[in-house]
């Protein structure tokens, strides 16, 4: 049986216990069953000018091969063209990119590093998994190594249209290097055709039918891969949560008000602000409904390092003080504003306490809170979903009540709409949503990618 490599910019600390999320559950799961590496950054600065030495951790059949990187490693590569460029390129921000040629290089300097280290631990028969918008350029760069061995790639994040992507002063190199894969995996449909488009808008490929592309000469499969979650142990993981202490005292703290929950990192790709205007215009809009509902939302900090995010913070958090001072009363306020990480046990237990899942980002690549939230929910007396349209998951859970997050009134008619749908219409909403979660979940996603990736 093939090794299964993954390169990912972040990789687990096994140190913490097994992993929590549904993406590294399911790769770890694969590494189990094929035996392999992941590789990636340790989280951790070097403290010198030059990027760590490799150091392993084994669990098992897998060997986890670490590296620090510099401090100038982490100023070029991750919070400047990688999170300062690409990640707001890709969430159509072009207001927000802040290109500099020294982090561009710094990006491809770092992903030269990643493959040189790689490199030696290579066996011929290796799969080779690459992970997300940081890593793109690392299979042009094994094959400049003369690494033959079948490499995929999966973006999390959205592709966006040739007329957002081509503004980016370096968008052939980037474009280019996804032609050096075998397997390129999207999350939708849409971010393919954005990728074909762009290919055959800069003239070096297009579509070869079948899934195929064909770029430089030679051809790959592009194809859409609608990430999932481990659906059946995230249900099974509420049903208990809901009874814990945490979630049980939370909930008496409610006072038998209807809870509407969102739960993001603070970004602002997300719209934070537009949806507590949503609220705001739905509390103004339906007075009976005031001191009955309380929105919590769940936003830990995220990227300090880069510039805006802070200030974003404050906004978000000064946002929801507003309303709080000019809707609440001294036994209510409207929202509930928790800024830190919260345990994916005590999560999974609020989702299915809430009554409305809030889910309107402006832009993303797919957002497991959706499918989180409909997992969680109880069969007899589900929650209802309200889900952006620009979300990659408003493409599979059509039982959601979709909506444009940039219409503030257009939100709050559908909290309005979720709190008073009778029951049997919200049962028949998460009883079609969730056969689609449990038909395809992260599990299905690892394996569906990996067939394609073995040829």
Known sequence: MNRLIV???RVPDITKGPPAGG??????AALDKHGGIWMGW?????????????RFEEQGPITFALSDLSRRDLSEYYEGFANSVLWPLCHYRLDLTDFARKDMAGYFRVNRFFAARLLPLLEPDDLIWIHDYHLIPMAAELRQLGVTNRIGFFMHIPWPPPDVFFTLPVHEAIIGGLTAYDVVGFQTDHDVENFRLGLQREGIGGDAGGGWMEAYGRRFRAEAFPIGIATRDFADLAARSVHTAPVRRFAGSLEGRDLIIGVDRLDYSKGLTHRIDGYERFLTANPAWRGRTTLLQVTPRSRSEVPGYPAMQREVAERAGRVNGALGGLDWVPIRYIN???????????YRLARVGLVTPLRDGMNLVAKEFVAAQSPEDPGVLVLSRFAGAARELDGAILVNPYDIEAVGNAIAQALSMPLEDRRKRYERMMKRLLENDIFRWCSDFMRLLRG
């Open 340 to 350: 830190r990480a919260v345990g994916q046990d005590v999560l999974a237990g609020l």
């Open 7 to 9: 390169v990912s910019n």
């Open 23 to 28: 993406l590294a559950v399911a790769l770890k």
């Open 42 to 54: 340790s989280g951790k600065s070097s403290g010198s000018k030059e990027p760590g030495p490799l």
